[in-house]
């Protein structure tokens, strides 16, 4: 009897692929609030997803609130420093979160242990950075404006420094307006804190003293609830 021939096993060695460095002029990455494997692979998830055209057929992802979403960062030119977790953005710097957007000349982005993202993110040549920001069941929006803003990921914090500013939209009119040195403003719970300066008073704030213009309400308009509003002291009164 004829035996079927034997064939040895062949084993292919590949060299590991040296990864590109990062690429200038438009960086687009997606950044997750969970470990560090598991943001890679939802950003190269969604990549496959657009690639096939399904990613507007996820309706789970726009269901869920801003701070379970994946922060996409967006600029003309990026570095990243794997050690330190540090993104570092120059350049039409546009940050998205679910409903949150920051734009800036400039930006730097930091991811802690357990997955949190916190930004820094300023602005040239006369321009201020800008967020603006959905308001929870109603369609509200927060506007806000600072010659540096600071955004803390875990508290869901933006705090806005130098001749700051913030609006909030129902629509395109203005409801409500709040200047100050420093505004800072707490998305989770909808609260603002304003701070005054007298040595460097905002445009719009006599004296640097927190200046709020309030609207009033007109029948079932809105919410009906505003934002609840803290003010403090310019130093030295």
């Known amino acids: ?37 598991h943001r890679h692979a939802v950003a190269m998830l969604l990549a496959m997803a657009a690639a096939a055209g399904l990613v507007a057929a996820t309706p789970a992802l726009a269901e869920r609130a801003d701070r379970d979403k994946p922060l996409v960062l967006e600029a003309d030119n990026a570095s990243y420093d794997d050690v330190k977790q540090i993104y570092t953005l120059t350049g039409n710097v546009v940050l998205t979160k679910g409903t949150m957007i920051l734009k800036s000349d400039a930006a730097e982005v930091r991811t802690d242990p357990e997955g949190y993202q916190y930004a820094v993110a300023t602005s040239k040549g006369g321009k201020q950075a800008y967020i603006r920001q959905k308001r929870d069941n109603v369609d509200e929006y927060i506007d806000g404006w600072g010659d540096r803003i600071e955004y803390d990921g875990k508290q869901e914090i933006a705090k806005l420094i130098g001749n700051a500013r913030m609006a909030r939209l129902a629509g395109a009119k203005v409801v409500d307006e709040i200047r100050g040195a420093v505004l800072t403003y707490d998305s989770r719970n909808e609260f603002y804190t304003a701070t005054g300066d007298s040595r460097n008073a905002a445009p719009g704030a006599p004296g640097g003293r927190v200046r709020a213009v309030l609207s009033p309400r007109q029948g079932q308009a809105g919410s009906g609830q505003g934002v609840e509003l803290k003010g403090s002291p310019a130093p030295g009164r």
């Open 1 to 37: 009897m004829r035996l079927p021939p034997v064939h040895e096993p062949v084993f292919r060695v590949t060299a590991p692929k040296r990864r590109p460095p990062l690429q200038r002029h438009v960086a687009n990455m997606i950044l997750n609030p969970t470990s560090f494997v």
